[in-house]
């Protein structure tokens, strides 16, 4: 079984709900504090193992690439006027070892179409998913960590899930689990509350075997007019390839703004104000 090492980040999102804002600053961007949501990802993904980072951009998402390049230019002026700690944050962004690739989404198609513009660069792997929007804190290693371990054991695709009651449940992809054995049955995108087969909703991060590239290459839009990559799961699901993982952590949708000052509030009751 070949070991994770890369991890796909989409990025390529509007951030239409956080505009004027975003009109001109990725929503990855958006700081916790001192530090943007999209390294808070990526730092979750380093400390599961990953050492190749594939960030799906799209226009004025350069940003994001300048985020994890070395800035000589930063770090002289700051060892230069005393700023050691400043000068060593900004180094130390990623590890050294760790790549950056960067692949353009040319056309906002879904989450699925997404990830199958990684498929070059992720190849014939097995891979890992992060959505920056799900901002999560945990105990140990991180959610990431948690589902590549469950892959080593099964060898199937693995879905992080929580458990979400009422009407809320139409915002996800909703897993149809077997009652008898437990068994992942199928996953419906964003179904009427009526019509949820349960009350297992899927957050952003997943562990995918590379053969879910096949099926989004021929796959047809979905919920939204949109290639989802609920309707590629579901496929796999049906053939017995998915495992669920209950999600170990806390959870705030950053992509919705009450959800990112709700993150935002908890960091600063859990840690106070970090200064620097």
Same mark, same amino acid.
């Given at each position: 079984?070949?070991?994770?090492?890369?991890?796909?980040?989409?990025?390529?999102?509007?951030?239409?709900?956080?505009?004027?804002?975003?009109?001109?600053?990725?929503?990855?961007? %958006?700081?916790?504090?001192?530090?943007?949501?999209?390294?808070?990802?990526?730092?979750?993904?380093?400390?599961?193992?990953?050492?190749?980072?594939?960030?799906?951009?799209?226009?004025?998402?350069?940003?994001?690439?300048?985020?994890?390049?070395?800035?000589?230019?930063? /770090?002289?002026?700051?060892?230069?006027?005393? %700023?050691?700690? *400043?000068?060593?944050?900004?180094?130390?962004? %990623?590890?050294?070892?760790? /790549?950056?690739?960067?692949?353009? !989404?040319?056309? *906002?198609?879904?989450?699925?179409?997404?990830?199958?513009?990684?498929?070059?660069?992720?190849?014939? /792997?097995?891979?890992?998913?992060?959505?920056?929007?799900?901002?999560?804190?945990?105990?140990?290693?991180?959610?990431?960590?948690?589902?590549?371990?469950?892959?080593?054991?099964?060898?199937?695709?693995?879905?992080?899930?929580?458990?979400?009651?009422?009407?809320?449940?139409?915002?996800?992809?909703?897993?149809?689990?077997?009652?008898?054995?437990?068994?992942?049955?199928?996953?419906?995108?964003?179904?009427?509350?009526?019509?949820?087969?349960?009350?297992?909703?899927?957050?952003?991060?997943?562990?995918?075997?590379?053969?879910?590239?096949?099926?989004?290459?021929? !796959?047809?839009?979905?919920?939204?007019?949109?290639? !989802?990559?609920?309707?590629?799961?579901?496929?796999?699901?049906?053939?017995?390839?998915?495992?669920?993982?209950?999600?170990?952590?806390?959870?705030?949708?950053?992509?919705?703004?009450?959800?990112?000052?709700?993150?935002?509030?908890?960091? %600063?009751?859990?840690?106070?104000?970090?200064?620097?």
């Amino acid at each position: 079984m070949k070991k994770i090492r890369k991890a796909v980040f989409p990025v390529a999102g509007l951030g239409t709900r956080f505009l004027p804002i975003t009109k001109s600053m990725p929503k990855e961007l %958006l700081p916790i504090f001192n530090k943007p949501l999209i390294q808070y990802a990526v730092e979750e993904a380093i400390l599961a193992g990953i050492d190749t980072l594939i960030f799906i951009t799209g226009r004025n998402k350069r940003a994001i690439e300048d985020h994890f390049d070395a800035n000589l230019e930063l /770090e002289a002026a700051l060892y230069s006027k005393g %700023l050691t700690k *400043q000068a060593e944050m900004v180094r130390n962004i %990623l590890p050294s070892g760790v /790549e950056c690739i960067f692949v353009r !989404q040319p056309e *906002q198609l879904g989450l699925g179409h997404a990830i199958s513009c990684a498929e070059r660069a992720v190849g014939n /792997e097995p891979f890992a998913v992060l959505l920056a929007d799900d901002f999560l804190t945990y105990d140990g290693r991180g959610v990431t960590a948690d589902l590549i371990e469950a892959y080593e054991k099964s060898g199937k695709n693995q879905m992080s899930v929580m458990q979400v009651d009422g009407p809320n449940i139409s915002k996800y992809g909703v897993v149809k689990v077997n009652k008898d054995n437990g068994s992942v049955m199928g996953l419906i995108e964003k179904p009427d509350f009526k019509d949820a087969p349960s009350n297992l909703a899927c957050i952003g991060r997943y562990v995918l075997c590379p053969d879910i590239f096949d099926i989004l290459r021929n !796959q047809s839009a979905g919920s939204g007019g949109e290639i !989802q990559l609920s309707d590629a799961l579901n496929n796999q699901a049906i053939a017995g390839k998915v495992d669920i993982l209950n999600l170990n952590a806390k959870r705030f949708d950053c992509g919705d703004v009450y959800g990112y000052f709700d993150a935002i509030k908890f960091i %600063l009751a859990r840690d106070g104000s970090p200064g620097v």
